[in-house]
């Protein structure tokens, strides 16, 4: 196989992996597929645009009849699942996009399914691909912060679009009464529990730590956000690992300000965070001398020579190409179907803890082999060299 026949499923999210599959050489975009008529009308524009002459199909059915090699699940959350499977049981590949799963027995069914099939699965949860955190892999593997005892993930996106209209547009429930629409629906995230949105979050963390999860305990916020009322306004979840660490998740999709990510790595002699809004990092390594204060370090989402207008600072189109590089080479996908459970069913789990008032769920172990080491970094590499630290400024 010289490049890999793929097709998109789902031209909503889907669009930023379409032009990202469109744009790699080892790849061909045999097909693109979509319901509504407004995003396959705005994917035959990108197509176009492209130099393609990709057709644009409405149903699955008709997608897969193209015979393609895999498939990029891009639909929604409560789907994922069945057209995976359905891929899968076809003789395609597939790369989801996340959550990946909606329930802990969907998680069950893909899992047989992979290996029923055989074929390769993969989660394109591509904040994994971000570039600090391969600067936080090495310096966590290289023992610069001591034994880590805590590490935290937060994720702020405040969307309030939780109705569709037959045309595929979305609106919030405030903007639909005040137009006087009467024609929509609740999209899949209307009702979705926020803290199953968390692979933004646990899967780096959980790469970072080269760990996985074994319990959790999680409350729920209130509903007071108008334009979700089906949904709390956030949850708190706290992770037990493996290997002891505790990592708290906060996810939050109702409090409108702007969005943004933060990671904290807590060792007992120093430690690392990194917020959306800083563009950097800010370090404290038990064998630098820190008299005035933070190390600042100079990493964000894309490395130097990453095309930072791929979608998220290029790591779409990252996770794209290593999905194609895999297939193509017949090596292990960088998030296989355990790893991928392993960030997606901590989140289903810990929302039963928030129904049961945060009593403590347990978290299975899902491989058929225990879990022993991530082969993320594998594909991905680390850094050979740290860029020159920056004097860190606090406020006076």
Not at 166 to 179: I, K, M, Q, V
Not at 199 to 207: N, R
Not at 348 to 353: G, H, P
Request: overall charge negative; some cysteine; proline content about 7%.
């Amino acid at each position: 196989m010289d490049k890999l026949r793929i097709g998109i499923l789902g031209l909503g999210r889907g669009i930023t992996h379409l032009k990202n599959f469109l744009s790699l050489p080892e790849a061909e975009v045999i097909g693109a597929c979509d319901r509504f008529p407004l995003l396959r009308e705005r994917a035959q524009e990108h197509i176009a645009a492209a130099g393609a002459s990709t057709p644009v199909l409405n149903e699955f059915d008709e997608l897969l009849a193209l015979r393609p090699d895999a498939i990029m699940v891009a639909t929604n959350g409560k789907l994922q699942v069945e057209h995976a499977c359905q891929a899968l049981n076809a003789g395609c590949h597939v790369l989801s996009e996340v959550p990946g799963a909606y329930t802990q027995q969907e998680c069950m069914r893909l899992r047989e399914t992979v290996e029923y099939t055989g074929k390769t699965y993969m989660l394109a949860e591509n904040t994994c691909y971000w570039d600090f955190f391969r600067y936080f892999r090495k310096w966590v593997a290289a023992d610069r912060f001591g034994p880590i005892s805590i590490a935290e993930g937060e994720y702020i996106h405040h969307l309030p679009a939780t109705l569709m209209r037959p045309d595929g547009s979305r609106l919030s429930p405030t903007a639909a009464h005040a137009a006087g629409h009467r024609d929509t629906t609740p999209i899949w995230r209307a009702d979705q529990p926020p803290i199953q949105y968390l692979t933004h979050d646990l899967g780096p963390l959980l790469e970072v730590l080269d760990d996985r999860c074994i319990s959790v305990s999680c409350r729920s916020a209130p509903c007071h956000s108008p334009d979700a009322p089906m949904r709390s306004d956030g949850q708190i979840a706290l992770f037990e690992t493996a290997k002891g660490t505790l990592i708290k998740i906060m996810v939050t999709l109702n409090t409108r300000r702007p969005s943004e990510h933060r990671y904290r790595i807590f060792g007992i002699e120093g430690g690392t965070e990194w917020f959306s809004y800083e563009k950097a990092a800010r370090r404290f390594s038990r064998e630098a001398d820190h008299k005035d204060g933070w190390d600042v370090i100079p990493i964000g989402l894309g490395a130097h020579g990453d095309d930072t207008s791929a979608g998220h600072g290029g790591a779409d189109l990252k996770t794209a190409r290593h999905f194609t590089r895999a297939i193509l080479a017949g090596t292990p996908a960088p998030i296989d179907v355990y790893r991928a459970i392993e960030y997606t069913l901590p989140g289903i789990l810990a929302n039963k803890s928030a129904d049961l008032g945060g009593a403590p769920v347990p978290i299975p172990d899902i491989r058929r082999t225990p879990f022993t080491h991530t082969h993320f970094w594998d594909s991905l590499g680390l850094p050979d060299v740290d860029p020159d630290p920056i004097q860190y400024q606090a406020l006076a």
